[in-house]
């Protein structure tokens, strides 16, 4: 999935760190929107918070409102929607999964939520499993 980042990047004129961050501008939030339909679209078993893990720790709530906005976007923007096609014709060479919760070997029970930390495009991110 990097290389869905960096051809983002590429396409948009967006800096990587831009698009994981908080920042709203314009640009860069049709960067983020376009990456989060283009997970959507290309990775059907990732739940929509783990794309959201992926994209800076957004809400799946977000997810779902960008994946609208993309859909709406494209059918009157043909600029627009000619990216989101480039974007998703991105050959992937690797495939990156969101790791399962590991269970170390010990005698005492684990207490839930047992708390772990991802790793997404270099971006430290909580999640309660």
Do not use: N
Request: charged share 20%; aromatic share 6%.
């Amino acid at each position: 999935m990097d290389e869905l980042l960096a051809q983002a990047e590429r396409i948009f004129d967006v800096d990587r760190s831009e698009i994981l961050s908080d920042r709203r501008t314009r640009h860069v939030v049709r960067a983020r929107q376009a990456l989060a339909y283009v997970l959507y679209q290309r990775y059907r078993d990732l739940s929509l918070t783990e794309i959201g893990i992926r994209l800076g720790g957004r809400d799946h709530t977000t997810i779902i409102y960008s994946i609208r906005v993309v859909e709406q976007q494209m059918q009157t923007d043909p600029h627009f929607a000619a990216q989101v096609k480039e974007l998703l014709a991105t050959p992937i060479a690797t495939r990156v999964a969101i790791p399962e919760p590991c269970l170390a070997p010990s005698s005492e029970p684990l207490s839930w939520p047992l708390q772990l930390s991802l790793t997404c495009w270099g971006v430290q991110q909580p999640c309660v499993a």
